[in-house]
């Protein structure tokens, strides 16, 4: 796969010399479903956080994933609820630690809202 996206990079590299607004290149399917998904999330207002390859991320990057401010984060990370490291005097986060900490937030919203929903249909609130 690696080889199939050095050539379709260098593609769209080749086809952005161009002159003009638009650009014709001939992409791989896996290639153009990625761009298509990438862009999709935009359209949606989803932010995009590439990391070139990098294991971790900062605070600010962390922020961006989770849908919150980096202040936000600090404070989970002071917490213990998010984990972190030092590299020098700089903060680094593991991305499966940002995932899993998003995936743990969505599961406890759930049970919340299943709970609030329950708590309502007893207290006949809801039609």
Same mark, same amino acid.
């Given at each position: 796969? #690696?080889?199939t $996206?050095?050539r379709? *990079? +260098?593609a769209?590299?080749?086809?952005? &010399? ?5 650009? =014709?290149v =001939? $992409? =791989?399917?896996?290639? *153009? +479903?990625?761009l298509?998904r990438?862009? &999709?999330? /935009?359209?949606?207002?989803q +932010?995009?956080?590439i990391?070139?390859?990098? /294991?971790?991320v #900062?605070p600010?990057?962390? *922020?961006?994933?989770?849908g919150? =401010?980096?202040?936000?984060?600090? !404070? $989970?990370?002071?917490?213990? *609820?998010l984990?972190? @490291?030092m590299?020098?005097s700089?903060? @680094?986060?593991?991305? +499966?630690d940002v995932?899993a900490? $998003?995936d743990?937030e @969505? @599961?406890?919203r !759930? &049970?919340?809202l299943? /709970?609030f #929903?329950?708590? &309502?249909?007893?207290l006949?609130l809801?039609?």
């Open positions: 796969m #690696s080889r $996206l050095v379709d *990079a +260098e769209l590299h080749h086809a952005l &010399e161009t002159e003009g607004d638009e650009v =014709s =001939s $992409l =791989s399917r896996g290639t *153009a +479903e990625m298509a990438l862009i &999709e999330a /935009q359209s949606n207002g +932010e995009i956080v990391t070139h390859g990098l /294991q971790e #900062s600010a990057e962390a *922020a961006l994933m989770l919150m =401010s980096r202040p936000q984060v600090r !404070k $989970l990370m002071d917490r213990g *609820a984990p972190y @490291r590299v020098g700089h903060y @680094r986060i593991a991305i +499966e995932r900490f $998003l743990a @969505r @599961r406890r !759930k &049970e919340a299943a /709970q #929903s329950a708590l &309502e249909n007893n006949g809801t039609e």
